[in-house]
């Protein structure tokens, strides 16, 4: 069956660095564009960024841009989110998630868009 699978949280400090990755079986990665949503506490989630199946197309949240980067190797199964300049208004829990489609617009970051999710990881920012 379809598994998304993210690693890489943590706790980290101002200005510090991390790279989420979500590890994904039981389709075809190269059919499908994947998102990054996350959730904050108390806060509903919020699409961060998605990447089109040749990863021709890239989208983000105005509030990541400039900092994360989405990047997927369809050879491994597997989709990044390299997250720098991280800030603790990012502290959440981080989601990857499974597109119905192949391509990444600009509109493409509403959870309607995606039918099968993982179970998060932990993001902390703090001193």
């Known amino acids: 069956q379809v598994q998304l699978v993210e690693s890489g949280g943590g706790l980290v400090q101002p200005g510090g660095s991390l790279r989420l990755s979500c590890a994904a079986s039981?389709?075809?990665?190269?059919?499908?564009?994947v998102g990054w949503f996350r959730q904050a506490p108390g806060k509903g989630r919020e699409g961060v960024s998605c990447?089109?199946?040749?990863?021709?197309?890239?989208n983000y949240a105005n509030s990541v841009k400039g900092r994360f980067t989405i990047s997927r190797d369809n050879v491994k199964n597997t989709v990044y989110l390299e997250m720098n300049s991280l800030k603790p208004e990012d502290t959440a829990v981080y989601y990857c998630?499974?597109?119905?489609?192949?391509?990444?617009?600009?509109?493409?970051?509403?959870?309607?868009?995606?039918?099968?999710w993982g179970q998060g990881t932990q993001v902390t920012v703090s001193s």
């Open positions: 990447i089109s199946t040749t990863a021709g197309s890239t």
């Open positions: 039981g389709f075809i990665l190269n059919d499908y564009a």
């Open positions: 998630a499974k597109s119905r489609y192949s391509n990444c617009p600009a509109y493409a970051l509403s959870s309607s868009r995606y039918d099968y």
